[in-house]
């Protein structure tokens, strides 16, 4: 079954940083767009950031400054860098790959990982 893993988890106090790993078991994720979302308790599925195939990034507003959006196509693998964590960061966070970096029709889809933002 293809799927998406998630790491890089954690707790994290306010002002810290964490480096999410997103990496596919049985596919090639240069060849595909790679999504970021987050869900917190209670509130919507959020688009964090997505990487294209082609290398073109995006953030929404609340995470520019702030997260960095990466691939190394070596190692199979899409990174979202997270610095300056603040405590509405807290949330579940995915990763998805599909065509598209709008909307949330993504054929593949990870487990999720969950980062927590606390003093």
């Known amino acids: 079954q293809v799927q998406l893993v998630e790491s890089g988890g954690g707790l994290v106090q306010p002002g810290g940083s964490l480096r999410l790993s997103c990496t596919a078991s049985?596919?090639?994720?240069?060849?595909?767009?790679i999504r970021w979302f987050r869900q917190a308790p209670g509130k919507e599925r959020e688009g964090v950031s997505c990487?294209?195939?082609?290398?073109?990034?995006y953030y929404v507003d609340s995470v520019k400054g702030r997260f960095t959006i990466s691939r190394d196509n070596a190692k199979n693998m899409v990174y979202l860098q997270m610095n300056s964590l603040k405590p509405e960061d807290t949330a579940v966070y995915y990763c998805?790959?599909?065509?598209?970096?709008?909307?949330?029709?993504?054929?593949?889809w990870g487990q999720g990982t969950q980062v927590t933002v606390s003093s």
């Open positions: 998805a790959a599909g065509a598209l970096c709008s909307g949330e029709t993504y054929p593949y």
């Open positions: 049985r596919f090639t994720l240069q060849f595909y767009n």
């Open positions: 990487i294209s195939a082609g290398g073109n990034i």
